[in-house]
């Protein structure tokens, strides 16, 4: 069936049972493991901690005493968020000395973060 061959439908409630619903110009869906890795990247974005985090370091690196200054929780719990973070592509550490400091890999994850807050905000 060619696009123009397309059933369309005034509402997708008004379709036959079975039938699905797609405009003729709709883009084509990213690969699944694209889709797979959004999804993993999201879900490491997911706790208030590391959304604090990922804003914190927006500003500049930062050390672990210096989030944990910044963000009134345990070296154990930023620790940890941290780890999250790391795994998923987040951040990088990079050591200095004793210290190891955080910085974001880029500025599109931090474009995400602050666009979930603001969207919250405006709900609020």
Same mark, same amino acid.
């Given at each position: 069936?060619?696009?123009? =061959?397309?059933?369309?439908?005034?509402? &997708?409630?008004?379709?036959?049972? $079975? #039938?699905?619903?797609?405009?003729?110009?709709? &883009?084509? &869906?990213?690969?699944?493991? #694209? !889709? #797979?890795? /959004?999804? =993993?990247? !999201?879900?490491? !974005?997911?706790?208030?901690? +590391? @959304?604090?985090?990922?804003?914190?370091?927006?500003?500049?690196?930062?050390?672990? %005493?210096?989030?944990? *200054?910044?963000?009134?929780? #345990?070296? &154990?719990? @930023?620790?940890?968020?941290?780890?999250?973070?790391?795994?998923? $592509?987040?951040?990088?550490?990079? +050591? +200095? $000395?004793?210290?190891?400091?955080? +910085?974001?890999?880029? *500025? %599109? !994850? /931090?474009?995400?973060?602050? *666009?979930?807050?603001? %969207?919250?905000? =405006? *709900? /609020?």
């Amino acid at each position: 069936m060619t696009p123009a =061959e397309v059933p369309v439908a005034e509402a &997708p409630e008004d379709l036959p049972t $079975g #039938t699905t619903y797609a405009p003729a110009d709709a &883009p084509a &869906p990213p690969p699944t493991d #694209t !889709l #797979t890795a /959004a999804g =993993e990247l !999201l879900r490491a !974005l997911a706790a208030p901690v +590391r @959304i604090a985090v990922v804003l914190q370091l927006r500003s500049s690196p930062r050390c672990v %005493h210096e989030l944990v *200054d910044a963000l009134g929780v #345990t070296q &154990p719990l @930023i620790s940890q968020h941290l780890r999250v973070l790391k795994a998923a $592509g987040v951040v990088r550490g990079e +050591r +200095r $000395g004793r210290e190891v400091v955080y +910085r974001l890999v880029d *500025d %599109h !994850l /931090a474009h995400i973060v602050v *666009d979930a807050v603001e %969207h919250a905000e =405006e *709900d /609020a």
